[in-house]
């Protein structure tokens, strides 16, 4: 596969203006060094939304599912740093999921990210994947694209943790995300108005209600690659 690993932890937030450096400051030089010190995270990577707004994407490639529910990342969602409690309560709008890697071609990371969050119809959900996993396998050989992975999330069954309750317990999760890489906006903008439209995704057998966000990269490393925390 082209993600590192079989699982992966997709999540969106807003951040406002007048925190967005300490922000990066922190998820850079604190938080990511710190997740990737963890059992089967294996990549990180942080994307801001494209058009400068207060959106982010983040994307955790996972060895495996149980990374997900491993008493050494418990134990960090259950006692976070003092920076990381400072700044947990301005994550806004948190949209978090826990997936499974379904499809993934091409690579991982690159300068542009797209991701559609999606669900499917009752009863159309094999048409969905198969008609979304034979994009995933295409775009990544179209001029200007690099990647394409589909994720279907599967929450571990775990109790709320502290992060949670600092932000509300209010985070939210999609239920299926597709996600293209690309090196060329407008190459990749033209796969949203043609194959990635939202007719062409109900024709598919996507429900109504696609939400899709727009993202330049930020920041990414792999595991053995991040620098110490502070």
């Known amino acids: 596969m082209a993600l590192l690993g079989e699982s992966a ?23 990511f ?49 003092p920076w990381s409690t400072k700044l947990m309560p301005h994550h806004r709008n948190m949209v978090r999921s826990q997936t499974r890697v379904l499809h993934s071609h091409g690579v991982g990371v690159a300068r542009h990210a797209m991701t559609l969050r999606l669900s499917p119809r009752d009863g159309e959900a094999q048409r969905l994947q198969d008609a979304l996993g034979s994009l995933a396998e295409a775009l990544p050989l179209r001029a200007g694209l690099g990647g394409a992975h589909l994720l279907r999330t599967d929450t571990p069954a775990i109790a709320p943790t502290t992060e949670q309750k600092i932000r509300g317990n209010a ?19 033209a796969q949203v108005r043609e194959a990635l439209a939202p007719a062409a995704l109900e024709a598919a057998g996507a429900a109504p209600g696609s939400i899709t966000g727009w993202y330049a990269l930020s920041m990414s490393f792999a595991r053995g690659e991040n620098r110490p925390g502070r």
Do not use: K
Request: glycine share 4%; charged share 25%; proline share 5%.
């Open 9 to 31: 932890l997709a999540m969106w937030w807003d951040m406002a203006p007048d925190m967005r450096a300490e922000f990066e400051d922190w998820h850079s030089h604190e938080h």
């Open 33 to 81: 060094p710190e997740r990737l010190a963890l059992p089967g995270f294996l990549r990180a990577s942080r994307w801001a939304a494209a058009d400068g707004g207060e959106g982010f994407f983040i994307l955790y490639e996972l060895q495996e599912h149980a990374a997900l529910s491993s008493p050494e990342y418990l134990a960090r969602l259950n006692a976070p740093t």
């Open 171 to 189: 985070d939210r999760s999609a239920d299926w995300v597709f996600v293209v890489c690309a090196y060329d906006l407008e190459a990749l903008q």
